[in-house]
């Protein structure tokens, strides 16, 4: 006999209290109560919960409050609100931020089951699969905090279908993540496909996400499927998602909330079953901001928030990373065991890694080629084209960073046009976007420039 599912309702009002555990109760639910979000924090801390039913305007902590506590710390309960018709706003908005659902009160009882049992009907999931190394073995670190924290909200999250943004700086391995946590859900057997936003023309983006049906534009001769329908069932990663265009946004935001596309050219809508994952190293929040991001499609992308720390702020992991990359170099060049002496990996430790794990890889594997007698030096690396100053010096401002370059560049290019950006990006051979979207990472102060003069920056590819 199954044991039967727990439901946590919280409500200032007890009167709904005692009416949802009647219904409830009755079809063998097992009902905790609550009547503030505090005390529902506890009881979801203190004990294991299937479903969260919760009232939205609450006296001090509200349901919006608790909405955002209970996806920190337990992303995969899922939740439906209750609302009075002038609240309704609040819901919908709670709902794109990840809630599986609202009620409006009063309510209709047989609606409340229905919706209880369809919600808690897509939490039965298969069971992860068995005999997976642990993750820390996976992704060859995690001494530090931040890297442990990382490795137990990826298995939290892994067996269930919320959306996943993970945010990162180039190199530390969003791709490397978003693959474990296909591998570790119940998907894991249906395809992962990659779209690289980033490097994809605007043009080509949105034949290459929804496809195309013949005809349908001058070289289209045959139909397409495109990358979100060939996802189906499967995972969906949009790597570099902050650099898609507004048009774009638009499709993507549809296509999560209806979970169907068009095929450009057609006229019929194909239903696509498939977690979505995205990445980017843009500060999404300050696009969102800036209006260069819609809002909307920022809270559907966001279910769960996953980032992962530059290696400069984990430094206790280099030496297990360092270890296993030098372990797997030598396999592959089927040579003796490169040793790392004490000196080589203090330097190691100091590096900042402008570049990250994929710097530290590409290092070690030229390094392991080129060291001698077995030993890697620190002038092995060197030779990868890493600088030349000591490792007491590389540290802080001082390190060479090839975005402090890019930044420098571009500086020098604005002089070079009296601030004018389009003249700029001329000089340095990119496009107006291009050169909008570098000036806004970097910080390059535009204020009393000439840029205000600057025609509206069109929408192309970065």
């Known amino acids: ?18 009416v949802l555990e ?67 706003p609040d819901a919908v908005s709670a709902v794109k931020a990840g809630a599986v ?19 808690l009907k897509k939490k039965v999931l298969p069971s992860p699969p068995e005999g997976l190394p642990p993750l820390d073995q996976e992704l060859s670190g995690g001494r530090s905090p931040a890297m442990r924290e990382l490795f137990d909200l990826i298995d939290r999250i892994a067996p269930s279908d919320v959306n996943v943004l993970i945010l990162g700086e180039s190199g ?66 949009l790597d570099e998602i902050g650099n898609i265009s507004p048009e ?29 994952i995205s990445a980017t190293n843009v500060d999404l929040p300050e696009e969102v901001e800036s209006g260069s991001f819609r809002e909307d499609l920022y809270y559907r992308l966001r279910v769960v928030t996953l980032k992962i720390p530059p ?54 594997e030229a390094g392991v080629v080129l060291c ?7 002038n092995d690396l060197q030779l990868t084209g890493l600088p030349q100053a000591p490792a ?8 060479i960073s090839l975005e402090e370059s890019e930044r420098n560049t571009i500086i020098r290019a604005l002089q070079q046009a009296g601030w004018v950006q389009k003249d700029a990006a001329k000089i340095l051979g990119i496009s107006r976007r291009a050169i909008h979207y570098k000036i806004r990472k970097y910080g390059i102060e535009m204020a009393g420039k000439r840029s205000s003069t600057d025609e509206p920056v069109p929408d192309e590819k970065v």
């Open 1 to 18: 006999m199954n044991p039967k599912q727990t439901i946590l309702a919280v409500d200032d009002d007890l009167s709904i209290l005692q």
């Open 22 to 88: 009647a219904r409830l109760s009755a079809v063998d639910f097992q009902v905790l109560k609550a009547t503030g979000g505090r005390e529902a924090l506890d009881i979801i801390k203190s004990g294991h919960v299937d479903l969260l039913i919760s009232d939205v305007r609450m006296p001090g902590m509200g349901g919006m409050d608790l909405f955002a506590e209970v996806r920190a710390i337990c992303p995969e309960l899922p939740v439906i609100f209750l609302t009075a018709y002038g609240t309704i």
């Open 101 to 119: 659902d609202y009620i409006t009160k009063p309510f209709d009882g047989r609606e409340l089951l229905q919706k209880v049992r369809n919600t």
């Open 172 to 237: 530390v391995g969003k791709e490397r993540v978003a693959r474990l946590i296909h591998q570790r859900g119940h998907r894991r057997e249906h395809p992962f496909v990659v779209v690289d936003c980033g490097s994809t023309p605007t043009g080509l983006l949105e034949s290459e996400l929804f496809g195309h049906v013949r005809g349908a534009f001058t070289h289209a001769i045959r139909d397409k499927k495109g990358l979100i329908e060939a996802a189906d069932h499967g995972t969906l990663f």
């Open 248 to 276: 774009m946004q638009v499709r993507l935001l549809r296509f999560l909330e209806d979970r169907k596309i068009r095929r450009i050219g057609d006229l019929k809508e194909i239903p696509v079953d498939c977690r979505v």
């Open 311 to 364: 290696l400069r702020e984990r430094r206790e992991d280099i030496p297990l990373l360092a270890r296993h990359f030098v372990q797997k170099y030598c396999e592959a060049q089927k040579i003796s065991l490169v040793q790392i002496p004490p000196e080589t990996m203090k330097w190691l430790c100091d590096y900042p890694w402008p570049g990250n794990v994929r710097e530290l890889k590409n290092a070690l």
């Open 372 to 378: 001698r007698d077995g030993v890697l030096r620190q």
């Open 392 to 399: 007491k010096t590389i540290t802080g401002s001082d390190a």
